[in-house]
Nanobody, 112 residues
Framework: QVQLEESGGGLVQPGGSLRLSCAASGRSLNIYVMAWYRQAPGKQRELVAS???????NYADSVKGRFTISRDNAKNTVYLQMNSLKPEDTAVYYC??????WGQGTQVTVSS
């Protein structure tokens, strides 16, 4: 069974930056697609960004130009660099592995 270890969440002011990390571990790891989702209180969980094994990326329109997803295949780790953060980015962010395994989630709060 694959385990996902998320880190990097916290409290930041509007306009600030955070970098989220998600490290995958387990037996026979074969990472094809990794993604970041988020869920704000009372809202539906939504896809923020994804990256394939080949390097293809996809972003939600609301974060395009501000967030960057990347991966380090040697470390089995995916990152989400979040710049120019807005209050509406406040949510619990979840890492997802191969569209089937979820991380525990990490809280991101953007507030003055």
């Amino acid at each position: 069974q694959v385990q996902l270890e998320e880190s990097g969440g916290g409290l930041v002011q509007p306009g600030g930056s955070l970098r989220l990390s998600c490290a995958a571990s387990g037996r026979s790891l074969n990472i094809y697609v990794m993604a970041w989702y988020r869920q704000a209180p009372g809202k539906q969980r939504e896809l923020v960004a994804s990256i394939s094994r080949s390097g293809n990326t996809n972003y939600a329109d609301s974060v395009k130009g501000r967030f960057t997803i990347s991966r380090d295949n040697a470390k089995n780790t995916v990152y989400l660099q979040m710049n120019s953060l807005k209050p509406e980015d406040t949510a619990v962010y979840y890492c997802n592995y191969n569209a089937g395994i979820w991380g525990q989630g990490t809280q991101v709060t953007v507030s003055s």
